[in-house]
């Protein structure tokens, strides 16, 4: 949705040669409300998403894509778009992919091409946008990298298009100004933790940061899932520890700006981090955003107590460890993705009249 209203707005921008229309599905249900109501984003077509309700035995992930395709069908059918857009892994995404096919609409992918070695990590994302690649015209990958995972599964290189992640849009457009009034007596460290892999390991993440809780203070954006609330049980309530609850994304990245080091499992946060030049320890055991390794904003050390206490340390201590890590040159555009998306809308109708 965040990466998507760039978007958005560039469509809306090009005026008469776009209707827009928008929908959500409440995947997310009021996390996600609060934060289209913050950025503006309207809902133009209302889906009454209940999240699907599972059957004895039967998995929730399939009950909610039921649920999305059923009501994502139904609003295809009745709008009769030419076009459908859809970003990211998410089971929203999958469900408006095939909903489109089904139609026979041709469906636009935005941040196509991430992939993993693993088709089960992240679970189940990795898994969707692999599927939605199958399913998409177009495809908008954020960097040459996507590109080449594209190429190499068999897309055509006429149907990708380079784009830079929207996220860097979004970032300019709903991140607010930096926030230089805040003082912190000891260095702060954010973190972040939601994706359904993190479960069975979240214990060690915790013990990780309980035992950094000595030395930096630590500011924890709890996350209404599993994985988070099994970490903060784990965690209990060290002193050095703030938890919050779920933040408006200004007060979110104002929070990465004051932070020197951010611990997470978000692939949105490897991505904005670099820009705002913030250093990131990503707890997983590999990265679907590799720039932000190889640009060396962004260090993978997966669930290892030992390790994540370790990095994270000398990124606080070493300040010439910290310099190289925190260039603020971001990998991943240069904050003009939605205009490139739209051009690229515009030529595929253009060649199609």
């Not at 954010?190 to 940061?209: D, K, M, N, Y």
């Not at 981090?273 to 997983?284: D, H």
Request: aromatic share 4%; with cysteine.
């Amino acid at each position: 949705m965040l990466k998507l209203a760039p978007v958005v707005r560039a469509l809306d921008a090009a005026g008469d040669r776009f209707d827009v229309k928008v929908c959500l599905s409440g995947q997310h249900g009021a996390l996600a409300r609060d934060i289209a109501h913050e950025i503006g984003l309207r809902s133009d077509v209302a889906i009454q998403h209940d999240g699907g309700v599972a059957q004895p035995g039967a998995s929730p992930l399939s009950a909610s894509l039921s649920s999305l395709l059923e009501r994502l069908s139904a609003a295809i059918g009745s709008v009769a778009p030419r076009g459908v857009l859809v970003q990211g892994d998410t089971t929203t995404a999958l469900a408006g992919a095939l909903a489109a096919f089904h139609h026979g609409v041709p469906c636009f992918h935005v941040e196509a091409g991430l992939r993993t070695s693993d088709r089960l990590r992240p679970f189940p994302e990795e898994t969707n946008r692999r599927l939605v690649t199958r399913l998409a015209a177009l495809h908008f990958a954020p960097t040459e990298s996507a590109r080449r995972n594209l190429l190499a599964e068999g897309v055509a290189d006429a149907d990708i298009v380079v784009t830079g992640n929207t996220v860097i849009d979004a970032l300019a457009q709903f991140g607010g100004e930096a926030d230089l009034s805040a003082v912190e007596s000891r260095p702060m460290v954010l973190v972040t933790l939601h994706r359904r892999e993190g479960a069975e390991t979240a214990p060690a993440i915790a013990r990780a940061v309980a035992e950094l809780a000595h030395d930096v203070d630590v500011t924890w954006i709890g996350h209404p899932n599993p994985t988070s609330e099994a970490a903060l049980a784990a965690l209990g309530a060290p002193a050095g520890v703030r938890v919050l609850p779920p933040q408006s994304y200004a007060a979110f990245v104002s929070l990465m700006r004051r932070a020197r080091v951010i611990l997470t499992d978000s692939g949105g946060v490897q991505e904005e981090a670099p820009a705002l030049g913030v250093p990131v320890v990503v707890l997983r055991n590999e990265t679907d955003r590799p720039e932000a390794v190889t640009s060396g904003n962004a260090v993978v050390v997966g669930a290892d107590a030992s390790a994540i206490v370790r990095t994270c340390r000398e990124l606080v201590n070493d300040a010439e460890m910290h310099a190289r890590r925190s260039r603020a040159v971001s990998p991943f555009g240069d904050g003009s993705a939605s205009p490139r998306i739209v051009a690229a809308i515009e030529r595929y109708f253009a060649t199609r009249r």
